[in-house]
T-cell receptor
Framework: AQSVTQPDIHITVSEGASLELRCNYSYGATPYLFWYVQSPGQGLQLLLKYFSGDTLVQGIKGFEAEFKRSQSSFNLRKPSVHWSDAAEYFCAVGVSGGSYIPTFGRGTSLIVHP | DAGVTQSPTHLIKTRGQHVTLRCSPI?????VSWYQQVLGQGPQFIFQ???????GRGNFPDRFSARQFPNYSSELNVNALLLGDSALYLC?????????????FGDGTRLSIL
């Protein structure tokens, strides 16, 4: 069975600083990987996804993520954080060949200081 | 176009009661998935339905059940409520429920058990 680890429960950055949120997965084959963002009181919004091909994927809101098979990682990055990026971020892994039944990490809470 | 809508937004129940949560998918989406998100955790998959058929079930007790109607809306039912059922219940819809199709989430139903 697949699993996802987000080692950082909270991350604090200053507005304008760069950001990297870590995600490690465990899955025997090539995974389908996702990053979602959740603002308080709202559902999840898909930021980006990786299925195959180029290991650097671009998403919405200026986010990108890099798939590194050797490290079983799919870290999320943003070069310059805005105050509106403060939210909960979830990494998820899905298996290929059928229904999308994802396994989510526990999430990383991003705090942005002015 | 309307997004995924869930009702009610908040609900308070007592132990032992029964609850029904409702979800209307985005128009044209035929698949609905349900998730439970306990405070401080990532969402956990409960059910997926496609064309009124159950396609996947997570590791939840039989007290949890769901169904999908001909108009693709869905209900999640929970019997004999326990304190541990307190959570945000999220519904997500997609075109076909497969891993390549993005899921669109509603804002959830916050269920509190007293």
């Amino acid at each position: 069975a697949q699993s996802v680890t987000q080692p950082d429960i909270h991350i604090t950055v200053s507005e304008g600083a760069s950001l990297e949120l870590r995600c490690n997965y465990s899955y025997g084959a090539t995974p389908y990987l996702f990053w979602y963002v959740q603002s308080p009181g709202q559902g999840l919004q898909l930021l980006l996804k990786y299925f195959s091909g180029d290991t650097l994927v671009q998403g919405i809101k200026g986010f990108e993520a890099e798939f590194k098979r050797s490290q079983s990682s799919f870290n999320l990055r943003k070069p310059s954080v805005h105050w509106s990026d403060a939210a909960e971020y979830f990494c998820a892994v899905g298996v290929s060949g059928g229904s999308y039944i994802p396994t989510f990490g526990r999430g990383t809470s991003l705090i942005v200081h002015p | 176009d309307a997004g995924v809508t869930q009702s009610p937004t908040h609900l308070i129940k007592t132990r032992g009661q029964h609850v029904t949560l409702r979800c209307s998918p985005i128009s044209g989406h035929k698949s609905v998935s349900w998730y439970q998100q306990v405070l401080g955790q990532g969402p956990q998959f409960i059910f997926q339905y496609y064309e009124k058929e159950e396609r996947g079930r997570g590791n939840f007790p039989d007290r949890f059940s769901a169904r999908q109607f001909p108009n693709y809306s869905s209900e999640l039912n929970v019997n004999a409520l326990l304190l541990g059922d307190s959570a945000l219940y999220l519904c997500a819809s997609s075109l076909s429920g497969t891993v390549d199709q993005p899921q669109h989430f509603g804002d959830g139903t916050r269920l509190s058990i007293l």
